[in-house]
């Protein structure tokens, strides 16, 4: 049983770890890496921070996917985050789930 557990947390690990590469390549390959950093502020907040902001928000996934898609503006100060629509809506709720995870 307990070779049994090892394996199944060493295979839950090895996913966990290859969605987040999957993610963080996402995001590279969307262009979210030219404003925003995983633990630095560039042009827009970075992911660290989104998390942090949103942690609490059981909405947070709906509000923020919206925006990754939409763009919006006043959340973060006055420079605006310019709309994604190239981005599908599967895309956009996938790299939101991942920004949520950052610590």
């Given amino acids: 049983m307990k070779a049994f557990s090892t ?11 290859g969605a987040a590469v999957a993610s963080a390549d996402l995001a590279k390959a969307k ?3 030219a404003c925003h950093a995983e633990a630095k502020k560039l042009i ?8 942090a902001k949103y942690a609490s928000d059981k ?6 996917t919206k ?8 959340v973060w ?3 605006p985050m310019p ?6 809506q599967a895309d956009a ?3 939101v789930k991942w920004i949520l995870t950052a610590k």
């Fill in 93 to 95: 709720e996938t790299l």
């Fill in 44 to 51: 827009g907040p970075s992911y660290k921070d989104v998390a």
């Fill in 7 to 17: 394996v199944s947390l060493a295979l839950a690990l090895a996913f966990a770890s």
């Fill in 59 to 64: 909405d947070a996934v709906g509000k923020l």
């Fill in 77 to 79: 100060g006055q420079i």
């Fill in 83 to 88: 709309a994604n629509p190239q981005v599908s």
């Fill in 31 to 33: 262009n979210c890496m």
């Fill in 67 to 74: 925006k990754v898609r939409e763009g919006g503006v006043g």
